[in-house]
């Protein structure tokens, strides 16, 4: 795995341009609530992560939370705290299980409601997890929706996921 991978952008399409989902759930995160949908062929599983704080997380069909190559996951934080104080934390976090880091954030982007999101992509070197979080910058707190891969290869296989699945936040008032 090279930088190469850094430099990948995520897209979030304009509301326009997305189709009414069937499938999805509210999620309450942060003080705020938010519909997101699973992307076609994962399964949206709302216990695999409550543990680690996370109200829904998302892993292909067939697969598990625990064994599948990519996994993708949303956590809220209410705590006050700001997009850039969550990317040092998250930064930290990385440093402490790895060696090597390697940051790259993407272009920025925003939800269809117009938020901005922060995209960071995080490896742990060539033998490592790869890592891109969306931060939802919400007033009510930083929604963060996260994509963690095994390896670089299950990373670029996922990307398409991630991306549909931010595709799928819609604020709820």
Known sequence: ?????AQKSVRVARLADI???TEGALIQGS?????????EGWVMD????ADEGMPAVFYPAGASFAD?????????????????????????R????????????????ATPGGRPITIMIYSSGAAGCVEAVAYVDET??????????ASQNAFDSALPAFEALLNSYRKRK
Do not use: Y
């Open 94 to 109: 990385v440093r402490r299980s790895s060696k090597v880091l390697v940051v790259a954030e993407t272009e920025s982007v």
């Open 19 to 21: 189709g009414a989902s």
């Open 68 to 92: 599948a190559p990519a996994v993708m996951f949303v956590r809220g934080t209410g705590d006050g705290n700001s997009v850039p104080v969550l990317i040092e934390r998250d930064k930290e």
């Open 46 to 49: 709302g216990r695999a992560g």
């Open 31 to 39: 003080g705020s609530v938010f519909w997101l949908a699973p992307p």
């Open 1 to 5: 795995m090279g930088c190469a991978t």
């Open 140 to 149: 009510t707190g930083v929604i963060q929706i996260g994509l963690r891969a």
